[in-house]
C-alpha cells in the first residue's frame, strides 16, 4: 500500500478511498484536481504575490501588523518541509524596537490551482494573529476561506499527485 505521508491523521475510511484512487492510476487522481480546480492564476511574481497578500489582508485583517516582505521560496518545500511560512525578525534601530513580519510561500504555488495559492496565503496571514495551530486559528482561517477545510485536503491530494507523477517520471 502507497504511503500517503501528506495525509496522515485523516481517518482509516478516506485514506482507503485515496488509496482506490491512486489504484486506478495516478492520472485519475489528477483528473479528478483537474475537474474541481481547472483554473490557474496569474500571481507569478514576487510583486503580485505580495500585492495579492496585501489585498487579502487588508479585506479580512486590517489591525494586523503590515508585512514588509512577501515572496515565493524554491527552497521552502525542501528545507522545511513547509509550503509557507509566517516569520517575524526583531531588530532594535536606536531606541525603538523594530519587528519585520515576511511570508514565503513554495515556489510550486505558481503553477498550482488559484484556490490553493489563496489556502496557504490565508494560512500564513492567519498566523499574524494567531501563532500556534489552535481553534481560533482555524476559525479565522474559515473566515477568511468559508471552504479552508476542503482546500486543505484537496491540497494534500495534490501534493500526493505531484510526488506520484515524480515517481513515474524517474
Partial sequence: MKSLKYLAGYPAETLLQVQ??????????????????PLGHEVRS??????????????????????????????LK???????????????????????????????????PAEFLKMIVVHELAHLKELDHNKAFYQLC???EPSYGQLEFDLRLYLTYLDLLAEVQA
Fill in 142 to 144: 474559515q473566515h477568511m
Fill in 20 to 37: 482506490q484512487l491512486i489504484a486506478e492510476g495516478p492520472e485519475r487522481l489528477g483528473q479528478l484536481l483537474a475537474r474541481r480546480y
Fill in 78 to 112: 525542501i528545507i522545511q518541509h513547509a509550503l509557507g511560512t509566517h516569520t517575524r525578525a526583531a531588530r532594535v534601530q536606536g531606541s525603538k524596537l523594530k519587528t519585520k513580519r515576511e511570508i514565503r510561500v513554495a515556489t510550486l504555488f505558481k503553477e498550482a
Fill in 46 to 75: 514576487d510583486k503580485a504575490l505580495f500585492d495579492y497578500t496585501q489585498d487579502l489582508k487588508q479585506r479580512y485583517l486590517r489591525n494586523a501588523e503590515p508585512l514588509s516582505k512577501v515572496c515565493f521560496d524554491a527552497k
